[in-house]
C-alpha cells in the first residue's frame, strides 16, 4: 500500500512538474523591446526638388480665436492662386524655392542654406529677406514627408501658428 502511495504521489509531482514547465513562457513572448530612439534624419535624404502637396495652418495655437486653413493638392491652384511651391535642397548646403503663378511664372524665389540635426530641418533664408525655421520632419511610405513647425504665418510678430505640410520628392 505504501508503495502504491508513493507512486501517486510522484505521479502526481511529475504531473504537476510538467504542467509546470508547459506555462513557462516563450523567450520571444518576454523580451522587452529595444528602445526607440530619436531618428536621425540625413542630408540625402532631402537633395533634389520637393513640390509641396498639402498644408494646414492653425494660426494662433491653442487660443479663442485659432483657425484652421487646410489645402489639398486638388485644390492648392484654386485656393492659393499659385502653382504648388518648389524647393531644391543642394549638397552644398544651399537650398532655394521657387513660387510661381498660374502661368507658371517665377514670382519669388526665397534662399539661403539649410541642415539637419536628428529629426529636423533647418532653413536659414538669407534672400529676399532673413528668416529662421526649424521644420520636425516624418518622412512617409510614398515618397511624400511631413514637415511640422511653429511660423509667424501671420507675420503678426509671433511664431504661434502651427504649420503642417506635405511634400512630395520628385524623382
Same mark, same amino acid.
Given at each position: ?73 486638388? $485644390?492648392?491652384? /484654386?485656393?492659393? +492662386?499659385?502653382?504648388?511651391?518648389? @524647393? ?7 537650398? &532655394? ?44 511610405? $510614398?515618397?511624400? /514627408?511631413?514637415? +511640422?513647425?511653429?511660423?509667424?504665418? @501671420? ?7 502651427? &504649420? ?8
Amino acid at each position: 500500500m505504501k508503495q502504491i502511495l508513493l507512486i501517486c504521489l510522484m505521479a502526481t509531482l511529475l504531473i504537476a512538474c510538467k504542467e509546470q514547465s508547459t506555462k513557462v513562457p516563450d523567450k520571444k513572448a518576454v523580451e522587452v523591446p529595444a528602445r526607440q530612439s530619436t531618428p536621425t534624419l540625413k542630408p540625402e535624404q532631402f537633395i533634389g526638388e520637393w513640390r509641396n502637396v498639402s498644408m494646414e495652418i492653425t494660426t494662433a495655437l491653442n487660443t479663442a480665436g485659432s483657425e484652421v486653413k487646410t489645402y489639398s493638392e486638388a $485644390d492648392w491652384e /484654386a485656393q492659393l +492662386k499659385m502653382k504648388p511651391i518648389r @524647393t531644391y535642397y543642394k549638397a552644398d548646403g544651399t537650398y &532655394y524655392s521657387e513660387y510661381r503663378d498660374l502661368r507658371d511664372k517665377i514670382f519669388n524665389t526665397p534662399s539661403g542654406i539649410w541642415h539637419v540635426s536628428q529629426d529636423s530641418v533647418y532653413l536659414n533664408q538669407v534672400e529676399p529677406e532673413k528668416r529662421n525655421a526649424g521644420y520636425s520632419v516624418s518622412f512617409n511610405t $510614398d515618397n511624400t /514627408a511631413t514637415f +511640422k513647425a511653429m511660423l509667424d504665418w @501671420t507675420q503678426n510678430g509671433k511664431k504661434d501658428d502651427l &504649420y503642417i505640410g506635405v511634400q512630395r520628392k520628385v524623382e
